[in-house]
């Protein structure tokens, strides 16, 4: 896996730049409206409104300034911005997290104990927010499921419960109702078990950033966003579906699964396509955000409008 540092990445892929250049094509090919009714191999068609590209496009890594700067992190505040300007002073070490429920080696265990770099694993993912922006992002990190078998799961164990750490004094946002604190997310055994799934502690070869989750996150590619808990202090492994942050918040507009569905709309707005960030052209949403391949045959048999 080829991981490029910031400083490797050509100027041409830093986001102004691509935005300029993406905007001058549009420009170009907005000057008839014949371009865009032709619906050629290199004009961009309409759905929903939106003008989408539909040619395959490279999957080029957002920038490190992209990635840390335009966040997701309620109990940051929930602007874009509030998570790195507010998250600089949080404490990630020491740092342990609890396992407990379903198995044979409960415990508090130290970071340290559970992340050993040589099992370190460099994957780059499209991240898709349930928003309708997406960003793709090298992480580095640990597949769960090396690290969830060392605490021997016990047949009855059919999901897994992770809880992001609860501290009012260090995080702002949580002393407000935004949300229910500690945020709360849940994913199926198989899910959790499933090779893609990762503990992600860094990104671009570097320590995970605040605002990004350090100092350990989760990261399911084939979800929205909102399944990727951040800051996490505890992992249970439970038989029931765990009832998770959004849920709570509104049952009807984000479901457990969140799988990335372009069929399935979001009640307030469609889902079928998105835009990746530093591009201004949106593109069409991949069923499993492209995924589809390695997991679609986790859910053979389930009605997705029912369980979203
Ligand atoms: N604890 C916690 N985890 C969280 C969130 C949050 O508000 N709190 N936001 C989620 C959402 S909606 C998204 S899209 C991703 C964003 O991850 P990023 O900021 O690294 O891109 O984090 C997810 N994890
Ligand atoms: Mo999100």
């Known amino acids: 896996m080829l991981i490029r540092k910031p400083e490797d990445i050509p100027s041409s892929e830093i986001t102004p730049e691509r935005e ?5 094509s549009f420009l170009k090919l907005a000057g008839g409206v014949g371009a865009i009714a ?7 068609r309409l759905l929903h409104g939106a003008l989408v590209d539909d040619q395959p496009q490279a999957d080029t ?3 490190w300034d992209q990635i840390t700067s335009y966040n997701n992190y309620y109990e940051f505040g929930t602007d874009k911005a509030d998570p790195k300007a507010n998250a600089q002073n949080f404490r990630t070490s020491p740092w342990s997290i609890e396992v407990g429920g379903l198995c044979n080696k409960p415990g508090h265990y130290h970071y340290e104990d559970l992340f050993k770099p040589a099992s370190r694993v460099d994957r ?10 997406s960003m793709v992002i090298p992480w580095n990190g640990y597949v769960l499921a090396d690290i969830l078998k060392r605490f021997e799961p016990q047949p009855g164990a059919k999901y897994v419960k992770f809880t992001t750490l609860y501290d009012p ?22 899910e959790a ?15 995970l950033p605040n605002q990004d989750g350090a100092p350990v996150r989760l990261v399911v590619p084939w979800k929205y966003g909102f399944k990727g808990i951040k800051a996490i202090v505890k992992i249970e492994f439970v038989d029931q579906q765990p009832m998770t942050t959004w849920m709570i918040a509104a049952p009807d507009e984000y479901g457990f699964y969140a799988n990335v569905n372009p069929h399935v709309d979001h009640p307030r707005w469609t889902q079928a396509v998105e835009r990746r ?16 391949d390695q997991v679609a045959s986790l859910y053979t048999g389930m009605d997705l409008r029912k369980y979203f």
């Open 193 to 207: 078990m499933h090779p893609l799934t990762l503990l992600v502690t860094g990104l671009y070869g570097k320590p």
């Open 38 to 44: 032709a619906g050629g191999a290199l004009v961009p």
């Open 61 to 63: 890594p957002n920038s």
């Open 277 to 292: 960030i530093g591009e201004f052209r949106r593109r069409p949403t991949l069923m499993f955000n492209g995924y589809a």
């Open 124 to 133: 780059v993912y499209r991240l898709r927010c349930v928003e309708a922006w």
């Open 169 to 190: 004094q260090q995080m702002p946002g949580q002393r407000r109702p935004v949300l229910q604190w500690p945020y709360v997310e849940g994913l199926r055994m198989d």
């Open 20 to 24: 300029y250049l993406n905007r001058r």
